[in-house]
């Protein structure tokens, strides 16, 4: 019989690592409480309509990436009702945005949401089929400032604070407009005219996306078309007022914040729903694939699936891409329990469950080992999981002076059971 393993795209999280991605989200939390986010959680599957109609029928996404079923009819009389995996959350948000009704408060809704996420695409390093993202979105009727270029500076410096503070160093962050649905129309046409001479040239995706969508063709990823792309019109150059002074006041509020950034005018995102700013932060540490993570502002995605107006900015990352980035930055070391306790037979294990529940209680990391290991195996169980090893014996238990010995340095110190606690904290 053959060994079943986990299916092609997916994998499982072990320890120690798991500890890293704890941290990713425990930090998350932290920095986006004190933005006045609050947590939201939405169905892993949705009607797969609220994908077409959001995220582009034309997108890779899409037309090539879901997955998506038929739901049997519970009745002759019901239609089926098609189903996909969420590849993506800000489309739920904001389903979920208009299904309650949050805009009526008249508020912003700062909302952040971590979780998986599921796209049919080649696995490769940092990238798989099911994959976990972290993300925020601020949507808002216009009367709430939600239309506020400060909207989009404040997403930006919260990310940047987001990745110092887990000590991700060297970011960059690059920063483009793609305007108004306007702007849009009008330089696709440009584009696609641009296109004409030259698309032959391309990949088969390109030479379809020239005549469905051409703003696609500046996402496109193979490396020979990159050469032509550079020589194409920049969007720059179709933004009207209203959208140039939305994104120089992003600018002037970044610099005032001294966060920095550069201009990126082939950055357009991988979805229909972007509207204005659009950004990546990216990293070095991840060769080719660099980017960290990416957003943008979706001032008419509420509209487009049957909402009210409703302006928002919002923003994903990969969790898998920042445990990487966090490895390769040597900042992330293995994490060794406080102390393992060895007690010196069978008859004493209960008493070492008494002081582990005791240390455990007090917030340190305990490992439990077991009185019937020899001495020599507990040693060695220690020195790959703890810190420390505290010896219980009949004499320990009695005088209640523990002995322990500390692997980093071999010293063994005679420590009373009362300052333990203070004694691992060191």
Known sequence: MSILKAVRGTRDLLPPETALWNRIEATARAVFARYN?????????????????????????VSKEMYTWEDRARAQSEKAQS?????????????????????????????YY?????????????????????GAEVIGPPSAGSESPLRDAEILEMLATFLDELGITGWTLELNSVGSAADRARYNDTLRAALVPVVGQMCVDCQRRAVTNPLRVLDCKVPAD???IATLPVIADSLDESS?????????????????????????????????TTFE??????????????????????EAIGGPKAPGI???????????????????????????????????????????????RAGLRIE?????????????????????????????????????????????????RSELCIFLRQ
Request: net charge positive; proline share 4%; glycine share 10%.
């Open 37 to 61: 986010f609050g947590e939201i959680r939405t169905p892993i599957f949705e009607d797969t309509a609220l994908f077409a109609r959001s995220v582009g029928e034309e997108t890779d996404i």
């Open 114 to 134: 971590i979780g998986p996420q599921f796209r049919r695409e080649r696995p490769q390093k940092g990238r798989y089929r099911q994959f976990s993202q972290i």
């Open 281 to 302: 932060f990216t990293h070095g540490g991840l060769g080719a694939q660099n980017a960290l993570l990416g957003g943008g502002r979706y001032d008419g995605l509420s």
């Open 226 to 228: 990159q050469p032509i």
């Open 244 to 276: 140039r002074l939305h994104f120089a006041a992003v600018m002037a509020a970044l610099d005032a914040a001294k966060v920095p950034y550069t201009r990126n005018h082939r950055l357009v995102r991988g979805l229909d729903y972007y509207t204005r």
């Open 314 to 360: 919002g923003f994903a990352m990969g969790e898998d891409r920042l445990v990487l980035t966090l490895q390769a930055l040597e900042s992330a070391p293995l994490l060794l329990a406080d102390a393992f306790i060895a007690p010196l037979g069978e008859a004493l294990n209960p008493a070492a469950l008494v002081l582990a529940r005791e240390l455990r």
């Open 368 to 416: 439990l080992g077991d009185g019937n290991f020899r001495l020599k195996k507990s040693f060695e169980a220690a020195d790959k999981t703890a810190r420390r090893i505290v010896i219980l014996g009949e004499d320990e238990l009695q005088s209640g002076i523990l002995t322990v010995k500390t692997f980093a340095t071999g010293m063994q110190t005679k420590v009373p």
């Open 83 to 111: 189903l996909t995996l969420r590849p993506e959350n800000t489309a739920g948000v904001v389903r979920a945005y208009i299904e309650h009704q949050l805009g009526e408060s008249g508020q912003l809704q700062k909302l």
